[in-house]
């Protein structure tokens, strides 16, 4: 399977992207290819909302949006990574969320498989709420198929992140179909 991971955090050794490399390690062992694109150290800019790419074409901007669209297209699994951010993604993460409208039929088209992971400095009750809730919404309006999400609470540093959720994130990789 190829797979894509999008991860988006200005920490390039952060809790986001620790967990991330775990995933990453148990796709690899599995056999499945992947390739990674780091929105926090790309060149990509906002949607424009001008409309020009008819939400299905290619758009206008002269960035990495459409390479990375491309790669969306064409690969069998997203994984979509953030820190959280006042309860949501990374504007990092939101700013290629909005760079889909280009794409969206054909997003929508592929059914794509789709995991999260996310992490968070609180480990309170209400931390991950909004962003579970965002990640319900698109994968249920971009057609995806989900395949887990990690929402790791309590991990604002590196040695913060509890055991489990390293594991998890291992196991989430090792086991993709
Ligand atoms: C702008 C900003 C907003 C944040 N908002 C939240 C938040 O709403 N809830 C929370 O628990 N942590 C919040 N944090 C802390 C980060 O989510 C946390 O440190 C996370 O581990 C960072 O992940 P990273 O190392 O992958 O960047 C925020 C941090 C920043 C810089």
Known sequence: MNVLVIKSSPHLSGTSNTITDKFIKGAIDAGHSVETYDIA??????????????MNWLCVQKDDGNYVLDKIIKCDCLVLVTPVYYFGVSAQLKMLIDRFYARNGEITAKHLKVVYIAAAWNDDNIVMEAISKHFDILT??????????????????????????????????????
């Not at 150290?41 to 008819?54: A, E, T, V």
């Not at 995806?144 to 990789?173: C, F, Q, V, W």
């Open 140 to 177: 249920s309006y971009l057609k995806m198929n989900e395949i887990g999400r990690i929402l790791a609470k309590g991990a604002g540093t590196p040695s913060m992140i509890k055991k489990h959720y390293l594991d998890e994130a291992y196991e989430l990789g090792n086991n993709l179909k």
């Open 41 to 54: 150290r790309g060149n990509l800019h906002p949607c424009l909302g001008c409309d020009r790419c008819g």
